[in-house]
C-alpha cells in the first residue's frame, strides 16, 4: 500500500487531463448529433425526402457520445446507485466496498478493452451501408472508452480515501 500515494499524483493528474479532453469531445459529439437527427428529422418530415446518411452518422456519434460519458461517470462517480449499504459501514469499511466496487468496474471496463479491440479489429476491413465509412470507426468506441474508465478507476483506487477525496458525486472537471 504504500506505492499507492506515490502513484495517486500523476494518475489523477493524467485522469484529470483525460477527463477534460473527453467532456469536451462529448460536447462536440452532442451537439453534432442532435444536428444529424434534425437535419434528418427535417429532410424526411418537411422536405418528403429523405437522406441516406443520418442514421449512421448518428448512431457513430451516439456510440462515441454515451461510451465517452460513461467513463466521465466513472471518474467523477456519478452514476446511478444504491448507497444504503455503504452509507450505514462505518469509514474503513465503507471505504473497502467502494473500492471493491471499483475493482469490479475495472474487470469490466478491462473486458471492454479486451473484446471492443478484437470486435473492432473484426470489423475493420468492413465498412457501413449507406455511406461507407469504416466501422471500425464506431466500434473503436468501446476499447477507447474502457480505457479511459480502466484509467479513472486506477486513479480514484490510488486516492487515500474514497470517502474524503470526491467520490459524492461532485465535478472537478
Known amino acids: 500500500m504504500i506505492f499507492m500515494p506515490l502513484l495517486h499524483k500523476p494518475l489523477d493528474t493524467i485522469s484529470l487531463w483525460v477527463g477534460r479532453i473527453v467532456a469536451a469531445v462529448v460536447c462536440v459529439t452532442a451537439v453534432a448529433l442532435v444536428a444529424t437527427l434534425l437535419i434528418g428529422v427535417f429532410f424526411r418530415y418537411v422536405l418528403h425526402s429523405s437522406l441516406p446518411w443520418p442514421s449512421e452518422i448518428s448512431l457513430l456519434l451516439f456510440s462515441w457520445t454515451v461510451l465517452l460519458a460513461a467513463s466521465l461517470g466513472v471518474r467523477e462517480d456519478f452514476h446511478v446507485r444504491v448507497t444504503l449499504l455503504r452509507d450505514l459501514l462505518p469509514g474503513v469499511l465503507s471505504d473497502i466496498l ?76
Open 98 to 173: 467502494e473500492r471493491l466496487i471499483l475493482l469490479g468496474v475495472g474487470i469490466f471496463a478491462l473486458a471492454m478493452l479486451y473484446y471492443g479491440w478484437q470486435f473492432a479489429e473484426f470489423t475493420a476491413g468492413r465498412t457501413s451501408a449507406a455511406i461507407n465509412y469504416p466501422l471500425w470507426l464506431r466500434n473503436a468506441s468501446v476499447p477507447v472508452a474502457g480505457a479511459f474508465m480502466l484509467l479513472h478507476v486506477l486513479a480514484r483506487l490510488t486516492r487515500p480515501s474514497l470517502r474524503e477525496a470526491g467520490s459524492s458525486g461532485k465535478a472537478a472537471l
